[in-house]
Nanobody, 125 residues
Framework: QVQLVESGGGLVRPGGSLKLSCAAS????????IAWFRQAPGKEREFVAA???????TPFADSVNGRFGVSRDYYSTAYLEMHSLNAEDTANYYC???????????????????WGQGTQVTVSS
């Protein structure tokens, strides 16, 4: 059973930064691609970023490219580093994982089997 737990969310002012963590309870972390999605009230869940199991591929959504970074360690944790935050970044952020054989991390929710419960990020002055 794969369990994912996000942390690091909170209230931040426009222009500020936050770093989210996704802790995975898995036997072998490096067999999973990890992705970050977000969902704002009344909106569809949308792809934010992903990192491949090797760390070599890191696709980003256009809306966050250049502002967000994604990384992972070898053992159990992935990170989403967010800078220059604005009100449109306000959402519940989820991490997701999958170990199916793919050429690159999927940018769609259906590409991920395991999901965390989410952590809220609110950008407001």
């Amino acid at each position: 059973q794969v369990q994912l737990v996000e942390s690091g969310g909170g209230l931040v002012r426009p222009g500020g930064s936050l770093k989210l963590s996704c802790a995975a309870s898995v036997r072998t972390f490096t067999i999973y691609d990890i992705a970050w999605f977000r969902q704002a009230p009344g909106k569809e869940r949308e792809f934010v970023a992903a990192i491949s199991r090797t760390g070599g591929a890191t696709p980003f959504a256009d809306s966050v490219n250049g502002r967000f970074g994604v990384s992972r360690d070898y053992y159990s944790t992935a990170y989403l580093e967010m800078h220059s935050l604005n009100a449109e970044d306000t959402a519940n952020y989820y991490c997701a994982a999958d170990d199916r054989a793919v050429q690159s991390p999927s940018p769609v929710a259906a590409g991920y089997t395991y999901w965390g419960q989410g952590t809220q990020v609110t950008v407001s002055s």
